[in-house]
């Protein structure tokens, strides 16, 4: 039986990265990895890599230049005619960049000398597991043991019984990356983050978009005044997006799909083309055999952990989507830094607190830290300060104004307590927000600090002065 210091279960963003720093601080690593390419071929990387974050954003920055190039071009003097959208050439290069980057984890696994072991792992035990091959392989399943174990399985696709995806006319976030034309009607079920992004990258191309939010508001769990911003914009750039819908039922043909739901109207229906259900996400933990080894797990089938990510066994961690805690690729990554420290006898830091989140329509949507409604309901009293992307000399250049940065302080001591972006690159400047509130940084500390000129970035300083009702451009 092969044994090691430490074996990893799956190799997402989370997985991948705890394995290579364990092997970095010396233990014997191997990590298990089922997933298999359209190809046929096995393949790291997981969700993120394979049919998530990576592929999603491929297909909307090749959306975004299209629109670009179409509606706002001519605003710069460029006037382009009979521009044109190859939907397959669109697709081949998503998986071209997929390629290279799950390759590219292969190579990251041979430099750090991580074993990768294909196929299926099942616990035995909190030291035993065993590994079933991938389905290509004639090999009979084997047992391997290791004094550590990090499930890192992450999330699938949440199904509803309203709308069962059958892989044509119904599809779930990963068939929505495999269109080969632009369907004329489109539905998407969930006004979320995969919703919204997946609506943009199809309405951008000529979609008819309609998106059915069960929820009464929109984007519940972003600052309110963000939201509303966001939500006129995606509108304005032709989303239909329809609030406290229920979907009750779907049927149709082989050409069509017909969607039944409920709103404030009463019952409803719509046709489209093509439905995609994008409701959530819920934890891989089929088939991991966590439960019978002893594990426990919450009523929503998460693995319980504490706050170091141990189960119920302290040998055994869980990271990612597969526990608590916000779904994102980053706050896995870190997570898996910090188990494999903490396996190496070093403390390990996970500061849940200044996570950013980041929803990649155009603007884009980014925020760290609590919202404004979050902190009037824990009785926090608060001092904000906001500017206008318009006011900006930069985004005007850019004929980028849509949206603005918010900044929430505490009243008492100016710490930043939250920071929201509504704009152009949100992305890229929240992490502003996130290294400042990770040094416990003040709304000063930001008026204080030097940005270039012009950068999208002083609307964040400007923003920061109007905590103190200083702002100087608006």
């Given at each position: ?16 990265v705890a394995a290579i720093r364990c092997a970095q601080l010396g233990l014997k690593t191997a990590c298990v990895e089922n997933w298999i ?438």
């Amino acid at each position: 039986m092969t044994k090691y210091d430490v074996v990893v279960i799956g190799a997402g963003p989370g997985g991948y990265v705890a394995a290579i720093r364990c092997a970095q601080l010396g233990l014997k690593t191997a990590c298990v990895e089922n997933w298999i390419s359209d190809d046929g071929n096995p393949v790291l990387g997981g969700t993120c890599l394979n049919v998530g974050c990576i592929p999603s954003k491929a297909l909307l920055d090749s959306s975004h230049h299209y629109h670009h190039i179409k509606h706002e071009a001519a605003e710069h003097g460029i006037n382009i005619s009979g521009a044109t959208m190859d939907v397959n050439k669109m697709i081949s290069r998503k998986a071209k960049i997929v390629k290279t980057l799950t390759q590219g984890i292969n190579g990251l696994f041979k430099k750090n000398q991580v074993e990768w072991l294909k196929g299926k792992a099942r616990l035995i035990d909190a030291h035993q597991i065993e590994i079933t091959p991938s389905h290509d392989t004639h090999d009979e399943a084997s047992v391997v043991e290791t004094a550590h174990i990090v499930i890192a399985t992450g999330s699938v696709p949440t199904r509803i019984p309203s709308a069962q995806c059958d892989g044509k006319l119904i599809v779930d976030s990963t068939g929505a990356l495999k269109f080969n034309e632009v369907p004329k009607r489109l539905g998407i079920i969930g006004a979320g983050v995969i919703g919204l992004e997946l609506g943009s990258v199809w309405n951008r191309l000529g979609s008819k978009v309609t998106v059915l939010e069960a929820l009464p508001n929109f984007l519940s769990a972003v600052d309110k005044q963000i939201a509303t911003e966001a939500e006129k914009a995606l509108v304005q750039q032709g989303l239909d997006i329809h609030l406290g819908a229920r979907v009750t039922g779907t049927g149709g043909n082989n050409h069509e799909v017909t969607v039944n739901f409920e709103d404030e109207n009463g019952k409803q229906q719509m046709v489209f083309d093509k439905l995609i259900v994008a409701v959530g996400r819920s934890p891989n933990t089929f088939g991991l055999g966590a439960k019978e080894a002893g594990l426990e797990m919450d009523e929503r089938g998460f693995i319980v952990i504490n706050d170091k990510c141990q189960t119920s066994y302290e040998n055994v961690y869980a990271i990612g989507d597969v526990v608590r805690g916000p779904m994102l690729a980053h706050k896995a990554s870190e997570e898996g830094v910090a188990v494999a420290e903490r396996i190496a006898g070093k403390s390990g830091h996970m500061n849940y607190d200044t996570i950013p989140w980041v929803i990649y329509t155009w603007p884009e949507i980014a925020w760290v830290g609590k919202t404004e409604e979050q902190l009037k309901s824990e009785g926090i009293e608060y001092n904000v300060g906001a500017f206008p992307f318009i006011a900006s000399g930069r985004a005007r250049a850019m004929a980028e104004t849509n949206g603005l940065v918010k900044i929430l302080s505490d009243k008492q001591s100016d710490r930043i307590l939250g920071m929201h972006i509504f704009g152009p690159n949100a992305s890229e400047l929240i992490t502003e927000g996130v290294v400042t509130m990770e040094f416990d940084g003040s709304a000063e500390d930001l008026a204080r600090t030097i940005h270039a000129h012009p950068t999208l970035s002083e609307a964040i300083h400007e923003a920061a002065l109007g905590v103190d009702g200083r702002t100087i451009h608006i």
